[in-house]
């Protein structure tokens, strides 16, 4: 079974530009969750979906925003990027919501210059 | 902010030593988690450990709880070279409703010289 990927595996913006990250979770998986990664503040909960809805969001501003489709795939949407949200983006996925183990994607690296 | 706090922040060991690291935790919890890791790739689940166990083992790997002291702790017996990594322990916060959302520790990176 092919596991969680991520694409792009790596980007470069400037800054005031706007990404999106996408999110394939492993076949039969439901629910989705996005964390940020950096070395300052280390792993932080971004948000997670399950049956297309967002069911719980981290403590990040508004320019932050993602959503699931229907197979259940997910996109994260960062708008006016600042250097700060530069980052190893990660996605997770798991059987449904409330279920424990989740299956990490290779991550996306954003680079703000 | 982050909920686990992980000691030591390094550690650097021979191949067939054995690794411990600890991981402390601020609230309760439902379960805690171990994940490994490498070189800024995605996350690797080791371990899963529920509030009222005390101990697990999966193969190289031993699992310690103590919720008194909102601790735990992995050790990994006979390190190889492919066991460095940085490890991080995730709580679930204990939040009253279903959730998926995990509470990551700041990591421990492990260094096995071969």
């Known amino acids: 079974k092919a596991g969680v990927t991520q694409t792009p595996r790596y980007l470069i913006k400037t800054r005031g530009q706007q990404v999106t990250l996408s999110c394939s979770p492993i076949?039969?998986?439901?629910?989705v969750s996005w964390y940020q990664q950096t070395p300052g503040q280390g792993l932080q909960f971004l948000f997670e979906?399950?049956?297309?809805?967002?069911?719980n969001k981290g403590n990040f501003p508004g320019r932050f925003s993602g959503r699931q489709f229907s197979n259940s795939r997910s996109e994260m949407n960062v708008s006016t990027l600042e250097l700060g949200d530069s980052a190893l983006y990660l996605c997770?996925?798991?059987?449904?919501?409330?279920?424990?183990?989740?299956?990490f994607g290779p991550g996306t690296r954003l680079l703000v210059l | 902010s982050q909920q686990g706090e992980e000691d030591p922040q390094a550690l650097s060991i021979q191949e067939g030593e054995n690794a411990t690291m600890n991981c402390s935790y601020k609230?309760?919890?439902?379960?805690l988690q171990w994940y490994r890791q490498n070189s800024g790739r995605g996350l690797v689940h080791l371990i899963l450990i529920r509030s009222n166990e005390r101990e697990k083992h999966s193969g190289r790997l031993r699992v310690t709880l103590d919720t008194s002291k909102k601790s735990s702790s992995l050790l990994i017996t006979a390190s190889r070279a492919a066991d460095t990594a940085s490890y991080f322990c995730?709580?679930?916060?204990?939040?009253?409703?279903?959730?998926?959302?995990?509470?990551f520790g700041t990591g421990t990176l492990l260094a096995v010289q071969p």
């Open positions: 076949s039969g998986h439901r629910s």
């Open positions: 609230t309760s919890i439902n379960n």
């Open positions: 997770a996925s798991s059987l449904a919501w409330g279920q424990e183990t989740q299956y």
């Open positions: 995730a709580t679930d916060g204990n939040y009253g409703g279903a959730t998926n959302k995990l509470i």
């Open positions: 979906y399950f049956s297309e809805t967002q069911r």
